[in-house]
């Protein structure tokens, strides 16, 4: 099992940046891909980005390329997620997610379907 826990969300103005961390426990060497995802109220959840914990290879969704960035440290146990430029429509609540051997189906590493855990989330407000 892998637990998650976020933290560094926030309110900042239009054009600022914040930094959303997520630290994962427990069975980290299966954890495969480690995402972050967001839900506005109202809307369905939707990926922001995701990285490949062996390779570091990343996807962006199109609304946050460019502006955002995913990072894991050495020991693949903390994901970052650095928002510079941010937009009152990036306000949502941002989820960590893992997925691991035992959750992957085997489609795109942005269909949440592929993550068996999740951490509480954390509010970003812009």
């Known amino acids: 099992h892998v637990q998650l826990v976020e933290s560094g969300g926030g309110s900042v103005e239009t054009g600022g940046s914040l930094r959303i961390s997520c630290i994962a426990s427990g069975s980290i060497d299966a954890i495969m891909y480690m995402a972050w995802f967001r839900k506005h109220p109202g809307k369905e959840r939707e990926p922001v980005a995701t990285?490949?914990?062996?390779?570091?290879?990343?996807y962006y969704s199109t609304s946050v390329k460019g502006r955002f960035t995913i990072s894991q440290d050495n020991a693949k146990s903390t994901v970052t997620l650095q928002m510079n430029s941010l937009k009152p429509e990036d306000t949502a609540r941002y989820y960590c997610a893992a997925a691991t051997s035992g959750s992957w189906l085997g489609s795109e590493p942005e269909d949440d379907e592929n993550y068996g855990y999740w951490g509480h989330g954390t509010q970003v407000t812009v």
């Open positions: 990285i490949r914990t062996t390779t570091s290879s990343t």
